[in-house]
């Protein structure tokens, strides 16, 4: 069965960075493209960022260009999304979700403010 974990969340100041990960088990990890998506208290999904199986790819929500990088580390089944410059606006609980949207992780909650 698959199974993904997010972890690294945590709070932060505006302007700080932190990085989450994702541990991926159960399917074959290194043939599926990934995605990151977070959800802001009282609002809906919110696609962040996805990334092909081979890490050839990768693509960014508008406002988080230039601040989030994704990446992947298909040896360890790992998912990343490391942000940067991170926005009182960034706060939400962050997804990781296989690429075809059957699997999710449970989330990890962010939370930027002062």
């Known amino acids: 069965e698959a199974q993904l974990v997010e972890s690294g969340g945590g709070l932060v100041q505006p302007g700080g960075s932190l990085r989450l990960s994702c541990a991926a088990s159960?399917?074959?990890?290194?043939?599926?493209?990934m995605t990151w998506v977070r959800q802001a208290p009282g609002k809906g999904l919110e696609w962040v960022s996805s990334?092909?199986?081979?890490?050839?790819?990768?693509n960014y929500a508008d406002s988080m260009k230039g601040r989030f990088t994704i990446s992947r580390d298909n040896a360890k089944n790992r998912l990343y999304l490391q942000m940067n410059s991170l926005r009182p606006d960034d706060t939400a609980v962050y997804y990781c979700?296989?690429?075809?949207?059957?699997?999710w992780g449970k989330g990890t909650l962010v939370t930027v403010s002062s």
């Open positions: 990334i092909s199986s081979e890490s050839s790819v990768s």
């Open positions: 159960g399917f074959s990890f290194s043939t599926y493209s």
């Open positions: 979700a296989h690429g075809s949207g059957d699997y």
